[in-house]
């Protein structure tokens, strides 16, 4: 039986990896916040699944999070085979008027936790010559969006360094891909205070949770080193890259993003 590990599994991409990752019969570490989810969760998928789910409720902006992890897992001698750095949010709005420490808190769950969490189970994953890990990147990879400068920012940081790791990762037999989801139907809007209005123009095509984690894992399968989930996104990164200076880009991003 093989281990996931993942982060922010108690709503959205995060459970819909625990759901998918349980029916092919791996067993399970749930890592996020609300312990009664988790739990709820562990309980279902262990029963329908016949696998083994570890629920550990932890707030992983705390600086120690990852490593109070980590030694919860060692404790119960717990090895990972498959991290979902999954665990992420962004908040809407002026950096100027924000809050610094919750911009300061969302660098440390969408990167240092994720880097952390990363190089405690490479040390295994490269030791046993197998493993995978998956890191949520988004479309905001690609792209800085004013008003959700930070989060893009965290992204564009996801995706560089998961594909570095792609390859720096292939001669110890481990896979290593970004997923950069474009709008997806779960609480990541609510939790961001999006604007209504500019929820409804940015995501009038919002995939499916479900669709994201499908088309993930094929790409883990595959050995991609990234993959833009949702393909009505997908020209619009690179293209408008392509042909555009980055001021005229930003700009219009910003225009459109200013919302409310
Ligand atoms: N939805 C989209 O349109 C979209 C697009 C591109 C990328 N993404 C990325 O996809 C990932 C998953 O987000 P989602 O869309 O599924 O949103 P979501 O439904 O809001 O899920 C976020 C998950 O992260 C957990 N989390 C938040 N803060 C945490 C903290 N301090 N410590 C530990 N866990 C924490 C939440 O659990 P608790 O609240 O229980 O802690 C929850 O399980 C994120 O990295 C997000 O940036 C989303």
Redesign the pocket.
């Known amino acids: 039986m093989t281990t996931a590990l993942i ?10 990896f625990a759901e998918k990752l349980a029916a092919s019969q791996h067993d399970l570490v749930l ?5 009664d ?2 739990q709820a969760l562990a309980n279902r998928l262990s029963q329908q699944h016949g696998i083994q789910a570890t629920v550990i ?6 600086a120690d ?1 990852p490593k109070r992890v980590w030694d919860q897992l060692a404790s119960q001698g717990i090895e990972v085979d498959v991290l979902i ?6 908040t809407y709005g002026e950096f100027a008027t924000g809050e610094l420490d919750n911009h300061l ?1 969302m660098i ?3 990167v240092v ?1 994720l880097v952390d969490l990363a190089y405690r189970c490479l040390q295994g994953m490269k030791a046993r010559g197998s493993g995978s890990i998956v890191n ?5 990879s690609f792209q800085a969006l004013p008003y959700l400068g930070i ?1 893009a920012a ?2 564009a940081f ?1 995706l560089s360094f998961s594909e570095a790791l792609w390859q720096e990762c292939k001669p110890y037999g481990v896979k290593v891909l970004a ?13 961001a205070d999006f604007p209504t209005s500019l929820g409804e123009s940015v ?1 009038q095509n ?2 499916s ?1 479900e669709a ?1 984690v499908d088309e993930a894992l094929k790409a883990l399968e595959k050995g991609q080193a990234n993959v833009v989930t949702g393909g009505d996104h997908e020209p619009g990164v690179g293209e408008c890259r392509a042909v555009l200076p980055r001021e005229t880009l930003v700009g219009a991003v910003g225009k459109m993003f200013k919302g409310k």
Not at 31 to 35: D, F, G, L, P
Not at 57 to 62: G, I, K, P, R, Y
Not at 136 to 140: F, Q
Request: glycine fraction near 14%.
């Open positions: 982060t922010g599994a108690s709503s959205g991409i995060g459970a819909v890592v996020a916040r609300s312990a989810k988790l409720a932890q707030d992983l902006t705390a999070g750095n999954n665990a992420g949010y962004g808190n440390q769950l969408n936790a949520i990147g988004s479309t905001a989060y965290t992204k996801v997923v950069c989801p474009g709008p997806t139907e779960t609480e990541f809007f609510k939790v995501g919002y995939a949770p994201v």
